[in-house]
């Protein structure tokens, strides 16, 4: 029998995939009557490579859609990538610096050519990764963000919110990365816990300062009166307008209307109150910069104050600084500090811990920044959203991130959407030049928001011929464009081919003559009503906000209802000490290194074996050893059921089972409690209780205890029981290791004559069998015992040695020993077993029956001293273990895998003390 003698994971994994690929097996349509499944991706970056986050992610999506497509429904699990606007711009970028080249030598056209080029050599490659990892996307049906039909969906859903007074063009402060030179949402520039400094910089007023000239190079000067201002960004105050404080904070009541002379730009600002100011920050004083502030901003909006900005968009210095343009602004702002240091301006400067945005993408210092954007209102969006998770339309599991969603939605922002790059979808706008000249950026003076639709602005999905309001033809589109995320928000309707082309076709079914294209529209539009919404989205954390949330607004304002109906948030991956995985920090596995060394199948299943419901996974290499070594033991049971039935010339060619002992009804009910809890927990999004459950399963009760009972008896009935129960485990381990469970299916197609053909993957779960309702058998007491004769046998030193035992049992509990004494001896090697009523000493007892272990030539003396080093040996790595866990220090500061380990280690130590402590109280 050509059987391998060891799992070749490296030779059979490509072979199946192609298999799977060649024969359409993923492939899913909409069938009447039948029930349909669908997932839809979270689209990896087109410049993306397989990372550990998303093997973890995709295998718990390929895990529901085979569990879902083996129960006969149409399983579809829609595939694509993002065109990740800045990401792939900078990399083609970055490439053209090697050349000495700026994407600006080229021109937009030309530049635009070269990241298409990029995409088409590149933009495959996490494509063809996952298809290694066995994800069975419905690959026909492969998307991109950027195609054709993808960017009309983009831009009718524009010109949709647009025209409802949902997308409007304003002066605001958004986050601007100068490294990128676009404008980012504030998902796309988080924070970091950064050290700092706090600078308080004396402000004096006018009436004490109007007689000196605080210029670099002048004599320092006394001031008697001023107001302190702290601040964390010094190069900022050459844009400050004003100071303000709370009204209701005396210590400056009486400079309430005064004027201050600002250092170094001797400007006059004013001294004004504002209820937002706190108090107890710094001085409880604040400057106000609203062109470089959020905050600074909306408090001189209130105030009618005009913004000054004082940096170029690359984070240089501008004309408005004065002697300090040119500079960059981490190097002006400590010549600023010197120069105010001089003038005896500085009062003193504290180290501060400072929460500093940086940009998702090149890791930039993000600067606070006052430009002309495009903006959604997102708070009409909101309200169906957020009315849909709280009435339990849409649930999170874990249920904690429900709230998480909800604060974030009901403390929702306007959403910057417009980017000044330009890979991306340019945005549908343009302008007429005759009416009104498209405005400059970030040269404004004065705050203005076009919260209307002014004349010479033109937003339509099609380029217009002539300015609507003059007829001119010298028109000219916004050089813009939009978030990578407002195309990626369509991705659960946009990806089956919205919008439909209502003048193209009905709504009726095509009729005979219609052309292919109207009759693949009409197909589409039946397929989107099949599979919208979804079933479930699979995601990280990380991008509730960024994705999660905006498709469901996205889905209620387009679609009328909700793009999903569960929301599974999973864990992040970590290594070893708690660490998110990076490049920076050099902890990174790599999972395609794991598939080279272990396999697909062993890097999924250690994966999800390892990942409880929403916390977070803990990795080491070493930890992929359980999915190997599984892989292995998969192998070796397979290996030893065929060679076994060629050995005994045995032909199945049905699972008609005629004489079942109690060892082939107790495996049969284990395996129909195993369907059971597997399908139960894969129902509840349990995947790491299912990958349990299966493991347990098959490594322990049909690999440790029923292969090991029939070896010595393997009867026709033993051979069928055996391929059965490895048939429907393959069936249950088909979603977490696809590529070992096909093989062996292919494997039993080949060396059985069973009716079957086809491919695993289209196969029907296994059913659960009637055996599942029967109740505990005396067999498993008879396993148990087993264990407690072996665990015994080590605590008195005997190990291997064979040995007599004693039973006392009952006449019913004796046929159960006589029956199947032969492999009792063998698994617990035993000598003999004599049955006698009443025992000199009992070692272990049940309700059926009692045993002890002959000692003749035991020196029992010897043993006891033994015995009791032992116990005094446990009670000190007991009680030390417990200190261990009773200590906060440890607790806060090992890792929860280390804790976890600690934790084990005195349960198991416990376990064994009491055990011994039984033992000796049986000899003594």
Not at 111 to 120: A, G
Not at 159 to 169: A, D, H
Request: proline share 5%; aromatic share 10%; with cysteine.
């Amino acid at each position: 029998m050509e059987i391998a003698s060891r799992y070749n994971p490296q030779e059979i994994e490509p072979r199946i995939l192609n298999a799977w690929l060649q024969g359409g097996h993923f492939h899913s349509v909409s069938r009447p009557g039948h029930k349909p499944f669908s997932i839809v991706i979270p689209p990896p970056n087109v410049t993306g490579i397989l990372h550990m986050g998303h093997a973890l992610n995709n295998t718990i999506q390929d895990v529901l859609i085979r569990f879902n497509r083996m129960r006969a429904k149409d399983s579809l699990w829609m595939p694509g990538t993002d065109h990740a606007g800045i990401a792939t711009q900078n990399v083609v970028e970055k490439a053209l610096a090697k050349e000495g080249l700026r994407k600006e030598d080229l021109g937009r056209e030309e530049f635009t050519r070269r990241l298409w080029d990029w995409k088409e050599q590149h933009g495959s490659v996490i494509i063809n990764q996952l298809k290694r990892l066995g994800a069975s996307c419905d690959w026909q049906r492969t998307r991109f963000t950027m195609d054709e039909a993808y960017s009309k969906a983009v831009t009718k859903v524009f010109v949709s919110l647009w025209n409802k007074n949902l997308i409007y063009r304003g002066y605001y402060i958004i986050n601007w990365c100068p490294r990128c030179k676009t404008a980012l949402s504030d998902e796309e520039a988080p924070y970091q816990q950064a050290q700092g400094y706090l600078y308080y910089i004396k402000y004096p007023l006018v009436s004490q300062a109007a007689n000196r000239t605080l210029k670099p190079g002048t004599v320092q000067a006394t001031q008697t009166k001023y107001i302190v201002v702290a601040t964390t960004r010094p190069e900022t105050m050459l844009g400050d307008v004003a100071v303000a404080v709370n009204p209701e904070d005396k210590r400056f009541a009486s400079y309430i209307g005064k004027k201050l002379l600002l250092p170094i730009m001797q400007r006059e600002i004013p001294v004004l109150s504002d209820s937002f100011v706190d108090p107890d920050f710094g001085t409880g004083a604040v400057k106000i910069t609203p062109a470089h502030d959020l905050n600074d901003f909306e408090m001189a909006n209130r105030h009618n104050l005009s913004p000054i900005v004082v940096m170029n968009p690359d984070a240089t210095m501008n004309e408005n600084a004065g002697e300090y343009k040119g500079m960059d602004r981490f190097k002006a702002r400590g010549k600023i500090v010197e120069f105010l240091k001089n003038q005896d301006l500085i009062l003193k400067v504290e180290p501060y811990t400072n929460a500093v945005s940086r940009c998702y993408r090149c890791d930039t210092v993000v600067e606070p920044y006052l430009s002309r954007q495009w903006f959604v209102r997102m708070e009409p969006l909101a309200k169906p959203a957020i009315k849909a998770v709280r009435a339990g339309k849409i649930k999170f599991n874990p249920k904690r991130w429900e709230k998480v969603y909800l604060n974030w939605m009901e403390n929702i922002r306007d959403w910057c959407i417009s980017r000044q790059i330009w890979w991306g979808h340019r945005l549908p706008v343009y302008y007429c030049k005759k009416c009104k000249e498209e405005p400059g950026r970030n040269n404004k003076s004065q705050i203005t928001n076009d919260n209307f639709h002014p004349k010479g602005v033109i937003v339509a999905e099609e380029r217009p011929q002539k300015c609507p309001h003059c007829g001119s033809q010298d028109i000219v589109q916004d050089s813009d464009v939009l978030d990578t995320w407002f195309s990626s928000w369509l991705w659960p309707f946009a990806t089956f081919g919205w919008p439909f082309d209502k003048s193209q076709v009905s709504a009726k079914p095509p009729r005979r003559g219609q052309s292919h294209k109207s009759q693949d529209i009409s197909r589409k539009r039946e397929e989107l009503k099949y599979f919208y919404p979804t079933n479930v989205l699979i995601t990280a954390p990380e991008i509730i906000f960024f994705w999660v949330a905006r498709m469901i607004m996205a889905g209620f304002e387009f679609m009328g209802k909700e793009p999903f109906r569960d929301v599974c948030i999973h864990g992040t991956v970590r290594d070893n000490s708690g660490r998110k995985m990076s490049k920076s920090l050099g902890n990174v596995i790599d999972p395609l290194d794991i598939i080279d060394k272990v396999g697909a199948d062993a890097l999924r299943f250690s994966l999800i074996l390892l990942a409880a419901s929403g916390s977070d996974v803990y990795l080491s290499e070493d930890k992929f050893l359980v999915g190997r070594n599984f892989s292995n033991k998969i192998w070796n049971a397979t290996r030893f059921v065929f060679l076994k039935i060629e050995e005994k010339g045995i032909k199945v060619e049905d699972f008609k089972f005629s004489e079942l002992d109690e060892v082939d009804e107790w495996i049969l009910r284990e395996l129909s409690l195993a369907v059971e809890c597997v399908t139960e927990s894969l129902e509840t999004y349990s995947l790491n209780e299912a990958a349990k459950k299966i493991y347990e399963f098959f490594w322990h009760s049909f690999c440790d205890w029923y292969i090991e009972i029939v070896k010595d008896n393997f009867t026709l009935s033993k051979a069928k029981a055996a391929v059965f129960v490895l048939l429907e485990s393959i069936k249950l381990l088909h979603p977490f290791m696809p590529f070992i469970s096909e093989e062996v299916f292919n494997l039993i197609k080949k060396h059985t004559s069973l009716p079957l053909s086809g491919m695993l993957a289209s196969l029907d779960w296994p059913k659960i069998g009637k055996h599942a309702c029967g109740k505990p058998m005396g067999i498993e007491l008879i396993f148990d015992t087993i264990k407690e004769v072996r665990n015994i046998k080590a605590d008195l030193g005997l190990g291997q040695k064979k040995v007599d035992i004693e039973v006392d049992c009952s006449p019913e509990a004796l046929k159960l020993w006589n029956s199947n004494q032969g492999w009792i001896e063998r698994l617990a090697l035993l000598k003999s077993v004599v049955y006698r009523k009443g025992l000199n000493r009992v070692l272990y007892k049940n309700k059926f029956w009692a045993l002890n272990i002959v000692m003749d030539n035991v020196s029992l003396d010897n043993f006891l001293i033994s015995l009791g080093k032992k116990v005094v040996n446990l009670e000190a790595v007991l009680s030390e273990t417990k200190a261990r866990l009773e200590n906060k220090g440890f607790i806060q500061n090992a890792s929860s895998d280390i804790i976890d380990r600690e934790k084990a280690k005195l349960r198991d130590t416990s376990l064994l003390l009491q055990r011994l402590l039984k033992l000796k109280g049986a000899f003594e």
